[in-house]
Every structure is written in C-alpha cells, then in structure tokens.
C-alpha cells in the first residue's frame, strides 16, 4: 500500500525499511511533483520573515516586559494566571484551607509537569530518529529514510512495533524484580528534567541544593539496573549488571568532585543561581573549567552507559548486557530511557557549563529556552560524534581510568580552584581580570597534569605503532562517492 | 466539631512526627530482633538509624532555636548519623561476607561458636 | 506548614514508609525485602523535605537509595548459597511485643508532653530558605572537630572493608 504525504513523499507500507541502502542496489523514493510548490514556500518564508521583524520591533521596543503574553519567558504566562486568583478559594470555618497561591502554585504545577512529560515524550521520538541517522551519516549509511518523510515517523513504527511483541519472561526470573526495573528507571529520568533551568522563571522545580540533587537522583538508576540484571535468571544479564553498578558506582565520585570545582565559584548549589553567576561574569565554567568539564562529560558518558564506556551492553561481549532477557516494550523503556538520560546529560552540561539559557545578552531578544535548547542539541551530537568514532574501553581499562586517572586529577583541581577562590573573593579588581588569569592557569593546570599523570601512570603514546591519527581526508559520504566514482570507472 | 478544633489533630505538627518516628523505630526494632539473616538484621538497623534522623529534623523544625547554639544543630547531628550509618553499613556488610566465606553461612541462629 | 498539599504529602508519605518498612519484615525474599527498604528511605526522604530539610532530604536519597542499598544488594549476591528466604527467627513474638510496647510509649509520650519547652509564644514551626549554608558554617564552625573525627571514622572504615573482605593471595 502506497500513501502519498506532503512534499512529495510516499509512505510505503509494502517494503520493509532496510537501515542502509546497499551500494549498487540503489533504490530511490519515488518524488510526485507538486505544482506550484515552490511559490507556496516563497509565500511562507516571505510571511515568516515578517513576522519575526515585527516580533523584534515589539520585542526591542519592550512592550511585551513581563506581560502574560510575553513568551520569551513561559514563566510570565503562569504569573498571569496567578494574578487573577481571589485571595482564599475554600474556607472552613473561619480559616482559610485552600488559598488562592496555593491553586496557582498547583495548577503551575501541574501544568508545568505535563509540560516535562510531554517534552521528554516528544525528544525521545525525535532522537531515536536523529541519533540514528547521524550515527548512519558517521558510518556511511543512510540510516531510516522510509517511512514518513525523511524517515521522521521510524520512532513511531518502531514503538508499535515494540508493543505489539511478545512480553517473554525467562523461567525462573523473579517475576516482582523483573516488572520493576523499566518503571525504576523511567522516574529519575522525568525528575531529572524537571530541574533544568529554561529561563529565569521557567524552571519546574528550583531546587536549593540542585547539583546534589542531579548527583543523588542519578544515582537512583543503579538499583534498577542491577535488579534488571539480576531478576533475568540470566548469566549475561548479572556480568552487564555487574559492571554497570561498579562502573556507576566509581564515575559518581569523579563527577561529583568535578560539580564541587563549579560549587566552589558560585557559593550556592542552586542551578539558575549558578546559570546566573556565569551570566553576570560573562564567563562560561567551559572555558573556566576545563578539567572538571571533561571530568563530567566522560563520567556522564560511563554512567549513561555510552560509548566509549558502553561496556555495560557490550553487544559483542556480553549480548546486550543487563536487559538481555527484556523484549518488547519494556527493552523499548530501556532504550528510551538511555536516550532520555543522554539529553538530560547534555542539558545539564549546558546548564553547568555552558552557561545555560544565557549567550552574553542576547536571552533578552531570543527565547531563553530556544537558547538551551540548542546547546543542548549541540553537546548532544558531541555525544553522539563521541559514541560513532571512539572505540569501546575494556573493564578494567575503564575502572582503573576513574580511580587511577580522573579521581587524582578532579582532587588536585578542587584544591587549584579552592586556591583561586579565595583569591577571587579578596582580589579587589574587576573580575574579568582575575577570570581570564584563572583560565588561562587552568587551561595550562589541565594540559600539563593531564599528559604528566597520563606518564606517570604508564601511558606511553609515543611507542605505539597503531596510535589513532587525526585525517581530514577519511570517511564520510563524499568519500564512498568518490571511492564508488572510482570503482565505476574501473 | 468545627474545622478550628480538629486542625491541631490533622496538620503534621511535632507529635504526628515524632509518633512516624516511633513507629519506623518499632519496625526497625522488630526487624533487627526476629530476622535470622544478619543482612536482614542489619536492615533493621537502618531503619532505626533512619527513624532517629527524622527526630532529630522534627525537634530542630518545631522546638525555637536555644541560645548560644548554631541554628542547624539538628540537621547536623543527622548529617553525622548518615556518615557512621555509611561506615556501619560498609563494615558490617564485609563482616557478613566474611562471616559467610568462613561458615558457608549468615543465618545468626548458627553463628553459636561462642555460645555456652 | 498547613496548606493541603503539606498535610496530604505527609499522610501519603508517612503511609508508604511505615508500609514498605512493615513489608520489608512481612515478604519472603531478601532482595524484595532490599527494594522496599529502598522504598521506605525515599519515603523517608520526602518526609525530610516536608520539613524544609532539603539538603538532607537529597544526602538522604544519596546515601540510603544510592549507596547502603548498593552495597545490601551486593552482600547478597556475594553469599549465594545462604539463605534468601528472610526467614523468622524465634524472635518473632518478643520482637513484636518489645516494637509494639516502644512504638506505644512513643507515641503516647510525643501526644501526652507540651513540647513548648524554649518558647514564650505559642509553639510554632521555624522556617528556614535553606539549609546547606547553616549545616556548613556550623560543621566547620562549632563542630569541626567532629566533622574531622567523622572523615578519619570513614576512612577507616572504607580500609577496614577493603582489608576483611579482601581474599588472601595464595603463595
């Protein structure tokens, strides 16, 4: 069964979608042309670029401040509703039980959680979408490109696809800790997200102690994990769950040591009031803190379970780790969830490090939210770049790089940066001066530390024949074009 | 009765939490002393150690702060329960270990070497 | 302190940890029993929280959730052919009777006293905007020392873990 769809698509329900089209075999979408598509679009953008010039004039000229129609800030929105809410709603006797406050504060609420659910629904759709096809780009593939147009509805396929299988449970499991885990490790996921910072109101839950939080709800998945693992019956899903808990067990150290160094310059654990902080210095923790950022960045990546430190379902080695035993919707949970957390990591380096909703003034023209949303795009496809071309650690390796390597380093930066704190609070001058000395001190502390311990701990780059080379020239699409090219003409 | 009346009985004040804090102990307490498995017992103590925490944060919630003390006291007591609870945790769970590599098991009732 | 969702958040969470501590002493299974006592400190900690302890409520989860249940799970595991039945002992009886007589006392006690012990004013609760930097300046103010004497105890105890359970090298 053929369906036509907007822009010249066809939804071809007859064929399955092979991941990659096989080189020589080349099968094309079938393009319908539509008259007069280029002038609709012509129309379009012709509208689009006028209203954005009328949004900027009304933005600039500053009528919109603070208004309930003022959706730069979605926190405005849920200020107006407040305001018009009498001041007691139901009162017994003579107290007042429920007030008005309070039903603001509850209908925010759950508005603003529906809003949490519904966007992470929402990025997990697209990200099994564009995580795949990057990923296909990285490796010279096509990656889904049947169904919907340019593939967009292959998560929604698969979803289906994953509910209508068979839920298969493995004799023996323990049918209470086997139910459990997929359901544990949604729950951090949705707390997670609920306490970035997406503009100076729009935040879900302002927490007083948010980066303890981050740390403590993350550390929640790795009972999930291990009772996944164990509750199968089986000998790959415990060795999966084995090393993911002692793997998460030793990268929580090294993260938390590293969100101390950003603790440390802000004075407060509250995530926008550390957003804040790099706004009104103007710098961002990224250039200030190079150390901890890559301390953080690759300890995430270990407690996300994804390449390089993907050991946990080490397809080749232990099938698919601790959710071997897991099928339909709830291997389906699992998969999501991992996507969740490599967003909500990505959000969180941005919130940390990367400044958060601000960019050097412009939050006050451009949506805040649109700001960190795509930063979070951005350390999302690092992540992804990351996940396509370094290789797998192996256990050992990948123990002995938190305990040997990043817990020694993130200690003597905690110390560095306590130095250069004191020294900030009693320096008395403007602060851009002591800032960039500072990053320019750790910059150079980070490289130099960074090469020495790797030495002293037996690294020797230099007397390895194989040692990765850095080449422009390899890989990508034009590549294999050209590679074909090449193969035709012989 | 009016709502004015039943108010001190429905809002949470210091004896709805003090009287939580009794009960987990209780179940901690029943826990500790009826399990055969020293795990099991251990989680008992958890508990235990758990309940007397939320004490601790009750007195400094509702009880005004005395002079001449930092105004946290509680909470930091707690913080100093969580830290020997972890060492009691980490300590006592590598005795069981021992325990078993020595016996072959954790069941308290046959630890009786010492017994008589 | 007396808006509904603070009652009813205290009702709900006090109910689903005396629960889930009662069913880690009723279930069968040791790891089931693991997971409800997971349960009972994420309880707890919610508690924590409806008492503005937000620092603790979250040290609470890290610790409790993240770490000591880590570490029970793993001592399971690690003695496999013991017993996983969470078995009674002859306990059982005296246990109950000793847990119920406590739990009564307390209670009563905590009804029966006017804890109105300090304060001139009627009794009221103490709020606090937040309370890492208190707990902060009075662990290295006042109770440095012990905050010194609690690094050198966890020290020694993660030495003293490592050391029992560390297997001897056979020679």
Known sequence: MRIPLPFGMLLDTTKDAPESVPSGTRQRIVRVPVPGLRLVGAVVALVVIALSVLIGVIVVGGALDGK?????????????????????????????????????????????????????????????????????RFQVRRGPNRVGPFGLLQPLADAIKMMQKETVIPRGADRFLYYLPPVIVFIPLMLLWGAVPWAPKMTYADINVGVLYLVAVTSLTTLAIFLAGWSSNNHYALLGAMRTVAMMVSYEIPISISLLTIVLFTGSLQLTEIVRWQAEHNAWFAFLLPLPLFTFFFSSTAELNRSPNDIAEAESEIVAGYYTEYSGMKMGLYLAGELGYATATSAFVSTLFLGGWTLFGLETWIPPYVILGLKISVVYFVLVWMRATLPRFRLDQLMAFAWKYLIPLSIASVMLVALEVTLFARWDVAAIVPLVLFAIVNYVFARIAMRRWATVLGYQPELQANHPVMTSGVGGLRAAQALRQAEGAR | MTFEELKPFIVPGLPHYLALSGQVFAIGILIALSKRNAIAVLMGVELMLNATNLAFLAFTRFVPQAQGTPALAGHVFVVFILTVAAAEAAVALAMAVLVYRRRETVDLDRLNLLRW | MDNPGVVGAFYLLSGVTVLSSLAVFAVRNLLHAVVFLVLAFVGMAGIFITLSADFLAVAQILIYAGAVSILLVFAVMLTPLADRNNANSLFVLPGVAVAGGFATIVALVAVATDWNVLAEEDLGYRSFATTIADIGQALLGPYVLAFEVASVLLLAALIGAIVLVREEERA
């Open chain 1, 68 to 136: 309930w129609y003022d959706f730069r800030d979605l926190g405005n929105t849920m200020d107006g509703l407040r305001s018009v809410l009498p001041e007691c709603v139901l009162a017994l006797g003579e107290t007042c039980v429920v007030t008005g406050s309070y039903v603001g504060y509850l209908a925010s609420a759950v508005i603003g959680g529906t809003g949490v659910l519904s966007f992470v629904g929402l990025i997990l759709v697209l990200l099994v979408w564009s995580e795949r096809r990057l990923l296909a």
